[in-house]
């Protein structure tokens, strides 16, 4: 399954320049790991790098000026960062599995003549297959809309960092000319009708264009959870559904199709929510007789059963993100804010378990990124997961990998636990 080994985002909102984990022309840098979390202070961003990834998705999934404008975003001028005129930027390197040839992609958002956001730039890019070193090949190069393609799996046009990046006319000229019949055979000029979409949502739904179709469906196959008991506790109509939504108004249904289809998965996590929420014994379904469908918790003690407007927050929360973890077919990256509101703090060890052997299991799970403010769930990560977030006196945040500090990987190698270090202030910058 794909997996993120670095980002970097400039000029989104508190986030002005910062940089997770490696890219392509940071190739010491370690890779993010499977299970990643952002901890820090209220304020400092924690929220926007969460909003970071999924402003991403929904530029993808709506054009960018609708993605500005999505889950109170107000607009462009509101996410770009205070006093900078410069374009929003993104930048993504992933590989599509294990041992594939990495692939950075890049997209600046700013705005056109008329004051609306649009696509100012998109590339995407990668090394030629058996080379280690040296500038990757675009495949995708588009500026303004106006660029080049590269079909299939060739490698692409080779752009040196000292050049212009998106300098492309007389090489457009020269493929118009047909002057490299080679060249030509592999290349498409292109010109995108609508400068508000991104380029990989057009090229990737095209089967001669492998590389980007598999980008644009694995960024189509994030998961950022929205979830809120409350919308947990409505009455959707009956009917199975495969996969839980973004909110969890649609739990129910998905423990119907649960029962039907994957009745020994569902089980298993049944077993395992009675194994971590003492008193649940069994969890079903049952419809309503105007065709709506209730959630139906059995506690231990109680002939009744109770139903999921009657269950503690805690308890509701604990069941999705198992149910989200057990899917048959869970997504390639999974981003949660604030996992731990809610929950009974020694429930949170448990979490931390069920999600890293998720992330890291055999069968490669979905990479996880969550963001955090409890040192209870600290407690059970390791240095190399999780990068602190502090706000300068600027009011532009800084990020950094708590393992780069020698003196708090030390004291965790010696058995400290990593969040009594952060409740006590040995993770702040000093």
């Known amino acids: 399954m794909a997996k993120i080994e670095g980002i970097r985002i400039r000029n989104f909102r508190a986030l002005q320049d910062v940089t997770l984990g490696k890219l392509w022309n940071l190739q010491k840098a370690a890779p993010l790991t499977p299970m990643t979390a952002v901890i820090g202070k209220n304020g400092v961003g924690k929220s926007t790098v969460f909003d970071a990834f999924g402003f991403l998705a929904d530029c993808l999934k709506s054009g960018v000026e609708e993605a500005c404008d999505l889950r109170g975003r107000g607009g462009f001028n509101r996410i770009r960062s205070q006093g900078q005129d410069g374009p929003i930027e993104f ?5 599509q599995e294990g041992n594939a040839r990495p692939i950075t992609y890049e997209v600046s958002i700013a705005l056109d003549s008329s004051g609306r956001p649009y696509v100012q730039k998109e590339r995407l890019r990668q090394r030629r297959k058996n080379e280690g070193k040296g ?10 809309g106006k660029g080049v393609v590269w079909k299939g799996e060739q490698d692409g046009l080779r752009i040196d960092e000292g050049k212009s990046l998106f300098d492309l006319p007389g090489f457009i000229e020269s493929i118009q000319r047909g002057e490299d019949q080679e060249e030509s055979k592999e290349t498409e000029v292109v010109e ?15 089967k ?27 009455l959707p ?3 199975p559904q495969k996969h839980l939504n973004v909110h969890g108004d649609n739990l129910g249904n998905v423990v119907q199709f649960m029962e039907r289809e994957h009745k020994l998965r569902f089980q298993t996590i049944l077993d395992r929510i009675a194994d971590k929420i003492p008193g649940v014994n069994k969890i079903g379904t049952a419809p309503t007789d105007d065709g709506r469908l209730l959630l139906r918790f059995n506690d231990k003690g109680f002939k009744d059963p109770f139903y999921s407007q009657q269950m503690s927050d805690g308890t509701l929360k604990v069941f999705a993100y198992l ?16 996992p731990e509101n ?19 299991g055999q069968k490669g799970g979905s990479q996880i990124f969550v963001t955090t403010h409890q040192p ?10 999780v990068w602190v977030l502090e706000k300068e006196e600027d009011g532009f945040s800084t990020i950094r990998r708590a393992s780069d500090d020698p003196i708090v990987k030390n004291m965790v190698e010696e058995g400290l636990p990593l969040g009594g270090l952060w409740y006590s202030d040995y993770l702040d910058a000093r």
């Open 135 to 144: 500038w990757p090949f675009s495949f995708l190069v588009l500026n303004e």
């Open 342 to 360: 809610g929950l009974y703090h020694k429930l949170l060890e448990a979490l931390v378990h069920e999600f890293r052997e998720h992330a890291t």
């Open 192 to 206: 995108l009708e609508d400068k508000r979409k991104l380029g990989i949502a057009t090229f990737g739904s095209l």
């Open 91 to 95: 930048e993504v390197y992933y590989r």
């Open 376 to 385: 209870y769930f600290v407690d059970a990560l390791s240095p190399e997961e």
């Open 237 to 239: 109509l009956a009917g």
């Open 323 to 338: 149910l989200l973890l057990d899917d048959p077919t869970p997504p390639p990256f999974l981003c949660i804010e604030e």
């Open 208 to 234: 001669q264009h492998p590389r980007i179709s598999a980008f644009r469906r694995f960024i189509e196959g994030w998961y950022l959870s929205y979830f809120t008991p409350d919308a947990a506790r409505s």
